[in-house]
């Protein structure tokens, strides 16, 4: 079993920044291959944000947050940081993040653990 707890989120204006961490617990985690961020709007279906590998050094974004957002790691730690700038209100969502122990990066089904959300509000 891992769990995974989000924390982070709030209300900020457009052009600000906010900074996700993901904190992860469980005999299991080492063995993960990589974590990955997610997002999902009212009305919406989850998508696609962000996702690292278990060493950290590779690192894949969704082209909408491309160059504004940063995904990074600290195993000693075990938590995965989701560093954003230059937000935008369409980035207004409940932020996941996710384990997984293989498969595509940025399908939902490769990811077999997932957190409880934080939501992120972006106000023009």
């Known amino acids: 079993q891992v769990q995974l707890v989000e924390s982070g989120g709030g209300l900020v204006q457009a052009g600000g920044s906010l900074r996700l961490s993901c904190a992860a617990s469980g005999r299991t985690f080492s063995s993960v291959t990589a974590v990955g961020w997610f997002r999902q709007a009212p009305g919406k279906q989850r998508e696609f944000v962000a996702a690292?590998?278990?060493?950290?050094?590779?690192?894949y974004y969704a082209d909408s947050v491309k160059g504004r957002f940063t995904i990074s790691r600290d195993n000693a730690k075990n938590t995965v940081y989701l560093q954003m700038n230059s937000l935008k209100p369409e980035d207004t969502a409940v932020y996941y993040c996710?384990?997984?122990?293989?498969?595509?990066?940025?399908?939902?089904?490769?990811?077999?653990?997932w957190g409880q959300g934080t939501q992120v509000t972006v106000s023009p």
């Open positions: 996710a384990a997984s122990y293989g498969g595509v990066y940025y399908y939902k089904s490769s990811y077999d653990y």
């Open positions: 690292i590998s278990r060493s950290g050094a590779n690192s």
